[in-house]
């Protein structure tokens, strides 16, 4: 039987609930769950990703929690399971991973036709993407966070998705998953690009343009970039091909 209550404590998976058709049956969502803009107006708030209010969730009765394993802290999910609510947890880590994970979500939910819609969509534009014309081949740094500085390793949804443009990733073989680093060792890699993404730290041109000037130097090109669109999966992931298939590369 369908879930009839559903709690969501990743902002991805509820943006992808209400796409195929979903939304119905929430009845809690996290603060950080704000997409589909105005769609989720009014759903009780039940903490942030990494701070769920447990006994709030509890209250609100539900009958299937969706979690993602990176986004959520295990022991939260552990308690929810102690306490007899069922939670899905999931964790895509390249884009070939994401339709079965939507499949899954619509199996869940009662939604199959609208999600095995979607999750074809993401199949024929993903392998559009894999089975193009050889481009360029570019080495990057993917910066996700500063004060330490954080970058990424190839065991990652964003690696996968930037392949897919053409990106080697100079911290691909990394066995740390967000290794921390320095922007001088960066350096020392020679990325043709630094691109910095908007979440989950929110690097922007205008607020940090002259110190990624600074600290990086003039002779590397450097991106400023919607992280959303990098790093979320589900219904995002169609735009993330669209970013990836457009994505403007050294010597472009």
Not at 26 to 39: A, N, Q
Not at 45 to 54: C, F, L
Not at 202 to 217: I, N, T, Y
Request: charged letters at 30%; glycine letters at 8%.
């Amino acid at each position: 039987m369908p879930a009839q209550r559903v709690v969501s404590l990743c902002p991805s998976i509820t943006e992808t609930i209400v796409a195929i058709g979903g939304r119905r049956a929430l009845v809690g969502v996290t603060r950080y769950c704000t997409r589909p803009s105005g769609i989720l107006w009014g759903l009780p708030r039940v903490g942030g990703t990494k701070s769920p209010e447990i006994s709030r969730i509890l209250d609100l009765s539900p009958d299937l929690v969706f979690a993602n394993a990176e986004e959520n802290r295990r022991e939260d999910v552990e308690a929810l399971r102690k306490a007899g609510v069922e939670v899905d947890v999931t964790l895509p880590k390249t884009v070939s991973e994401v339709p079965s994970a939507i499949r899954n979500w619509g199996r869940r939910l009662g939604t199959d036709a609208e999600a095995d819609a979607l999750a074809a969509r993401i199949e024929s534009a993903w392998k559009e993407l894999e089975d193009r014309p050889a481009r360029p081949r570019f080495r990057y740094a993917y910066w996700i966070w500063k004060d330490p500085w954080m970058t990424i390793s190839d065991d990652t949804y964003v690696a996968d998705l930037l392949r897919l443009a053409g990106g080697e990733n100079v911290y691909g073989a990394e066995r740390t998953r967000y290794p921390t680093t320095h922007p001088s060792e960066a350096l020392a890699r020679e990325p043709q690009v630094h691109i910095f993404a908007s979440e989950p730290y929110p690097f922007s041109e205008e607020k940090h343009g002259a110190l990624v000037e600074r600290l990086f130097g003039g002779h590397t090109r450097r991106l400023f970039v919607e992280g959303d669109d990098f790093c979320w999966h589900g219904v995002r992931t169609l735009e993330g091909l669209r970013r990836a298939a457009e994505l403007s590369v050294p010597g472009d």
